[in-house]
Nanobody
Framework: QVQLVESGGGSVQAGGSLNLSCAVS????????VAWFRQFPGKVREGVVR???????DYADSVKDRFTASKDNAKNTLYLFMNNLKPEDTAMYYC???????????????????WGQGTQVTVSS
């Protein structure tokens, strides 16, 4: 069983930066797909970036060129570096894991079996 714990959320002004972390316990993430999602109030979770077992990333258009995801295999930790934040980035951010596959990672939140508790990101104008 995979367990995920996010940290690093907070409040920042527009144009600022925040870095999120996701500590992974259980089977190492080098074997399967992981992803970052976010959820706006009253909306379903939407994908921010999906990362395959080799570390290849696929970003949502809304965050491309502003957000960077990475994995530290030694620390079994995922990271999401968010730059040039906008008020519309305000949301709860989650990391997720799908141990059933390592490639062709899912885009839809329903494809991920394990979730962290989420961390709030608030961007003020």
């Amino acid at each position: 069983q995979v367990q995920l714990v996010e940290s690093g959320g907070g409040s920042v002004q527009a144009g600022g930066s925040l870095n999120l972390s996701c500590a992974v316990s259980g089977p190492p993430h080098t074997r399967y797909c992981v992803a970052w999602f976010r959820q706006f109030p009253g909306k379903v979770r939407e994908g921010v970036v999906r990362i395959d077992r080799d570390g290849r990333t696929d970003y949502a258009d809304s965050v491309k060129d502003r957000f960077t995801a990475s994995k530290d295999n030694a620390k079994n930790t995922l990271y999401l570096f968010m730059n040039n934040l906008k008020p519309e980035d305000t949301a709860m951010y989650y990391c997720a894991a799908d141990p059933r596959r390592g490639y062709d990672c899912g885009r839809w939140f329903g494809e991920y079996r394990y979730w962290g508790q989420g961390t709030q990101v608030t961007v003020s104008s």
